[in-house]
């Protein structure tokens, strides 16, 4: 018979040893419980175990779940949120907790006083995955990066093309100097969470998917403002002088057509390619009822990405998806927009905190919540990498 007890407590102490750390809570779990594992070559339960090939079997369940393909960038991402997460799925097993069929109450009768404590984040790795797999901010975006400030001061190369080119010089003389300067732009962090209040009698009669269905749920709308603050930045800057984009306009005043979709992929220079298109409904729509989107060849390429639809662009080179927004002033224009991201220089996100920042204090104080929130920053990086085409112009 197998033994239930846990593999590495997440006590207040485990909150408050994470944060001294300055590691997130999962992935500071998930490096204990792998630690334990390799050193004893044992699981939770005595048995042999192959700790690098049950951590790549547990990633490829997570990956298969979210139907996210390994070499995409969301898929990069949870592939990095998956590995984070095998403590916690290993600490569930551990315990006797199925979070596919049981109910919340084994959470509070674990056999362990920590019992208490493993809710917040077993929620806190539902919020995780569940942002990853929604939104389009993680392919927008070439970098997610944590910072220990609350705001950020943005530098960049000299953008001039005189200052980017390699030159040719006698050997013996100086190089060509470009400088990383400091820009005086200080780029303020926005807040994003929500605090998760309950009664333990309530949430103890629950099955475990229904508080997990809620909690993705409220994941997949931030997943959703962290798009639409991605798309704001990159239309109207992020502070710095001369980052606001300048429109592409179509052949014709408030008409798309296929011509226009070409003439957006081809206002980005050499070296410079659109992956990622964003277009409203309305332009959307009329994108699906063009002709060359109408054969048969290119109804093969359509598909769904994190639940988003997209059809190829002109090219073939990038996807062209549905992005309805009622938080970007840009994207919601009455007519129509398209936007054309370069995903490898157009913008990327910079945030504070760990998702759990407060939940050693609110332990502490004995209250039954959860508190899952974050700083994030869009920050736009080259402005050669985002055109527009402004429907409407």
């Known amino acids: 018979m197998l033994d239930y007890k846990p593999i590495v407590g997440l006590d207040l102490g485990a909150y408050q040893q994470a944060k001294f750390e300055r590691k997130h809570l999962l992935a500071w779990h998930s490096d204990q419980v792998v630690a334990k594992f390799a050193k004893e070559g044992k699981d939770h339960f005595g048995r042999d175990i192959d700790v690098r090939q049950d951590l790549e079997n547990h990633v490829q369940r997570v990956m298969k779940r979210h139907r996210l393909e390994e070499d995409s960038v969301p898929g990069i991402a949870m592939r990095e949120a998956a590995l984070d997460g095998y403590g916690l799925r290993k600490e569930l097993e551990a315990r006797g907790i199925n979070p596919n069929r049981d109910f919340c109450e084994k959470f509070f009768v674990s056999t362990t006083t920590a019992g208490d404590q493993l809710f917040p984040a077993f929620l806190a790795n539902v919020f995780v995955e569940a942002r990853i797999s929604a939104g389009l901010a993680s392919r927008m975006c070439y970098a997610d990066i944590p910072i220990d400030r609350l705001s950020y001061n943005k530098v960049r190369f000299n953008e001039t093309a005189d200052d980017r080119e390699l030159r040719n010089v006698g050997i013996g003389e100086p190089l060509p100097l ?216």
């Open 178 to 393: 470009t400088e990383v300067s400091y820009l005086g732009t200080t780029i303020q962090m926005r807040k994003y969470g929500r605090r998760l209040q309950y009664a333990r009698e309530v949430v103890a009669s629950q099955p475990i998917p229904v508080i997990q269905a809620y909690v993705a749920r409220l994941a997949r709308e931030i997943a959703v403002s962290e798009t639409d603050e991605c798309l704001h930045i990159l239309h109207a800057g992020d502070g710095e002088t001369g980052s606001a984009v300048t429109d592409t306009t179509p052949a014709v005043d408030g008409s798309l057509d296929y011509a226009d979709l070409v003439t957006l992929e081809l206002a980005f220079g050499n070296s410079y390619a659109a992956d990622v298109l964003a277009a409203d409904a309305t332009s959307f729509q009329t994108i699906l009822n063009m002709a060359e989107f109408k054969d048969p060849l290119a109804r093969r390429q359509m598909g769904r990405e994190v639940g988003i639809p997209y059809v190829p662009t002109p090219s073939g080179i990038g996807r062209i998806y549905r992005w309805s927004s009622t938080r970007c002033s840009h994207m919601a224009e009455t007519g129509g927009r398209v936007a054309g991201v370069d995903s490898t220089g157009a913008c990327y996100i910079v945030r504070y905190g760990d998702l759990l920042e407060e939940q050693d204090t609110i332990i502490a104080s004995g209250r039954q919540e959860v508190a899952i929130s974050y700083l994030l920053a869009v920050v736009k990086g080259d402005p050669n990498a985002f055109h527009s085409l402004d429907v409407t112009a």
